[in-house]
């Protein structure tokens, strides 16, 4: 479909992990969807990206698939969006190493991610780890992107690309506009298990796609506030996670149930999360039926990634065209 020029163009990367977790969608995805008709969106599976830490090559491309299908499941729709896979378009590579000589190793050696993934990947401590806020820095600029959705998480390699974009101006001449950040509606969702942000790493997620009795036998065991023994004992909505969960589910009536319920001790945390697994399930019932009717049409998946790589080549050759011709290459 023809992309409306004159919106703002808006970027966004998404992991190849190849599971899409309600936290993904609660801090991510829902955000971006309501960005569809305002903007341009740009949304790219960054599996170039996901080669810096221990992967699978032989599961890559299902998994790169997988995640791209369950993101439109969720409502990133390719006839309101341009969805792509990093790879296919060649440009993000050469771009970063453009970029590589206007980023500074002090600011990179500052990055919390750099550190907390070394720490994690004591033994595949790689270049890429070190380097990867350049490609993303990359992967934003080449499509002169204005806006990028960020979590909390992000807004350290935003600034970075800001940088990065501020030196190549400089340098070079005004060439990339300098994105500036969209904070969305946070919603920061912890692990069934209670301990950490909701991972797949971690193994304590709740898939987007889970089934009705899936969602039930899942939320059964999850963690909710230690105060609550005994079903006589009030709690505190504000630090269990399910009333977060409620929060992104729940419409205003079924949240004031559970708050008051919970402080009063008027519900029990069974039909608490009973409640929220109904609410869940309306949300969810319609993503489950287009990622089933997207697995009968293997054909639309491929002609999704291939309309958008299509379209991102041409912008990405565009802009390289600007970006040899400054920095003298051709
Ligand atoms: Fe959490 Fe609901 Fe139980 Fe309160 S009643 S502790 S909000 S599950």
């Known amino acids: 479909m023809a992309k409306d ?4 163009r808006v970027f966004s990367g998404i992991q190849p992990s190849g599971i899409v977790h309600i936290g993904n969608y609660l801090g ?3 955000n971006w969807v309501g960005m569809l008709q305002e903007c341009d969106c740009i949304f790219c599976v960054v599996d170039l ?15 790169v698939r997988e995640t791209l299908t369950v ?3 969720a409502g990133l729709d390719p006839e309101k969006c341009t969805l792509f896979v990093q790879s296919h378009v060649p440009e993000h590579t050469e771009l970063t190493w453009i970029l590589n000589t206007c980023a500074s190793h002090a600011d990179l050696a500052r990055m919390t991610q750099f550190k907390d993934k070394s720490r994690r990947n004591r033994e595949n401590i790689n270049c890429g780890l070190f380097t990867y806020p350049i490609l993303m820095a990359a992967d934003i600029l080449l499509y002169r992107a204005e806006l990028v959705p960020v979590g909390e998480d992000q807004t350290q390699h935003l600034e970075f690309a800001r940088e990065v974009c501020r030196t ?3 340098r070079y001449g005004e060439t990339f506009p300098e994105p500036k950040p969209r904070f969305g509606k946070v919603t920061r969702l912890m692990g069934l298990d209670g301990k950490a942000k909701m991972s797949k790493s971690m193994n304590n997620y709740l898939p987007l796609l889970a089934e009705p009795d899936e969602i039930v036998s899942l939320l059964r065991p999850a963690v909710t506030d230690p105060a609550r023994v005994k079903r006589s004992d009030p709690g505190t909505p504000e630090i269990c996670n399910i009333h977060t969960m409620h929060l992104g589910f729940s419409p205003p009536e079924d949240m004031a149930w559970c708050e008051q319920g919970c402080r009063t001790a008027g519900i029990g945390c069974v039909e ?35 309309d958008g790589a299509k379209r991102c080549r041409e912008l990405a050759e565009e802009t390289m065209r600007t970006v040899r011709k400054k920095t003298g290459l051709r």
């Open 49 to 63: 990206h996901a080669m810096t830490v221990q992967y699978d090559p032989e599961r890559m491309q299902e998994n």
């Open 5 to 8: 020029e004159t919106k703002k």
């Open 71 to 73: 993101n439109m499941a």
């Open 28 to 30: 991510a995805i829902r």
């Open 272 to 306: 608490c999360k009973k409640r929220l697994a109904d609410n869940m399930n309306e949300e969810l019932k319609p993503m489950r039926e287009r990622y089933n009717q997207y697995k009968k049409n293997p054909g639309y998946v491929n002609s999704v990634m291939e």
């Open 168 to 170: 190549f101006n400089s």
